[in-house]
């Protein structure tokens, strides 16, 4: 079976631009979580999503936004970047409590 | 004080040798621990899960769970240098919210 698959793997954006990253979720995981992961530190939460419904939202400010589509995949939007939205980008897919990454989307602000 | 706390690291083992890697959590009402590997410039991968107090085997791996002292580990036996990685322990809490919160991870060397 194919694991959670993510993309871009990795983006260039300039500061105030938008991005939108995109996930799928392993086939029969009903729910996508987001993660950040700076350099030195573990991933830190931002979103969780059940059958198309925010079931979580971590400590990020409102320009971080993400939706759920009917087949489970997901997107996060990011806008108005800033220097210190560099970092790795997670999504993780669970059917129960164990959650599983995909690779990631490394996203660089400059 | 941070809600799950692992120390950084290196921990520095010879090839064959018992590697012991040390998690805290703060949240008493957890239930679900996890351990997961990350290579440099990759993304996580889950190696265990841990629910009830005691011990778990899988293979090289025991992860050990003492919710009294809210403290989990990770031993890896027969340690070998492909060991080399940072671990992060997981835990979710009990907030309602399914959301992992995860400690900054201990780097393990292990030399051959």
Redo the contacts between chains.
């Keep these: 079976d194919a694991g959670v698959t993510q993309s871009p793997t990795h983006l260039i954006k300039t500061r105030g631009q938008h991005v939108t990253l995109r996930c799928s979720p392993i086939s029969g995981h009903k729910?996508v979580?987001w993660?950040q992961q700076v350099l030195?530190?573990?991933?830190?939460?931002i979103f969780?999503y059940?059958e198309k419904e925010e079931?979580?939202r971590?400590n990020f400010p409102d320009r971080f936004s993400a939706r759920q589509f009917p087949n489970y995949s997901s997107e996060l939007n990011v806008n108005a970047l800033l220097l210190g939205d560099s970092a790795?980008y997670?999504c993780?897919s669970?059917f129960s409590?164990?959650?599983?990454?995909?690779?990631?989307t490394r996203l660089t602000v400059l | 004080q941070k809600e799950?706390e692992q120390n950084s690291g290196p921990l520095s083992v010879p090839e064959g040798a018992i590697a012991s890697l040390n998690c805290t959590y703060s949240d008493r009402g957890s239930q679900?621990f996890?351990w997961?590997r990350q290579y440099s410039g990759?993304?996580?991968?889950?190696i265990m899960?841990i629910?009830s107090n005691g011990d778990k085997e899988d293979g090289r791996f025991t992860a050990q769970l003492n919710k009294a002292s809210q403290y989990v580990s990770l031993l890896i036996r027969d340690s070998q240098p492909s060991d080399s990685a940072t671990y992060?322990c997981?835990v979710?809490m009990d907030t309602g919210?399914?959301?992992?919160?995860?400690?900054?991870?201990t780097r393990l060397q292990v030399q051959p």
């Design positions: 729910s979580s993660y030195g530190q573990g991933p830190q939460f969780q059940y079931r979580g971590g790795l997670l993780a669970s409590n164990e959650q599983f990454f995909g690779p990631g | 799950v679900s996890f997961y990759k993304s996580p991968e889950l899960s629910y992060l997981a979710l919210r399914r959301a992992l919160t995860f400690g900054s991870g």
